[in-house]
């Protein structure tokens, strides 16, 4: 009697490992297209993407870069102050997208331009992205908005 026991117990562990493996495999394949990776344009120069690979992108909107094409198309520079990469984007922009202001896009390189499928802005006058407060920071250009005058 004692024998079954431990191998009934035996058996649940055994299954329970199975079953949390699995299931951490299905999440893990689930994830695997939704994971994008946020990079500065420095970090593009310096360590291209592959191919087709879907990444973020973050700086700021270079001044007297956008130009405004046929139908949606909208190109322009993104910058961390070191760095600018060309963006192509062809859709509707945020209400607050504009020249240096902070952005962020989702995409994959094509022919050295980033090629953008969503375009965000910052939400109000102050806001701007973690990421790319922090590409900012790296290149020392950043000046934090709360920190002046007083």
């Known amino acids: 009697m004692k024998g079954l026991k431990k191998q009934r117990r035996i058996q ?5 490992t199975v079953a949390l493996i699995g299931a951490t495999a299905l999440v893990g394949y689930a994830m695997r297209d ?14 291209p993407p592959t191919a ?3 990444f973020r992108i973050g700086g700021l909107v270079e001044e007297g870069s956008i130009v405004r094409g046929q139908g949606e198309t909208v190109t322009f520079r993104v910058t961390d102050m070191n760095q600018s990469i060309p963006v192509a984007y062809t859709g509707v922009l945020p209400d607050l997208f504009g020249e240096g202001e902070g952005m962020v896009g989702t995409g994959s390189m094509v022919d050295g331009t980033f ?13 701007m992205p973690a990421e790319v407060v922090d590409a900012l920071k790296e290149q ?9 005058g007083s």
């Open 34 to 47: 939704g994971i994008n990776f946020f990079r500065s344009p420095t970090q593009v120069v310096e360590d």
């Open 140 to 148: 020392g250009v950043y000046v934090d908005p709360d920190a002046s």
């Open 12 to 16: 649940i562990i055994a299954l329970a």
């Open 115 to 127: 090629q953008a499928t969503e375009i965000l802005a910052r939400h109000d006058e102050t806001y």
């Open 52 to 54: 087709g690979e879907v």
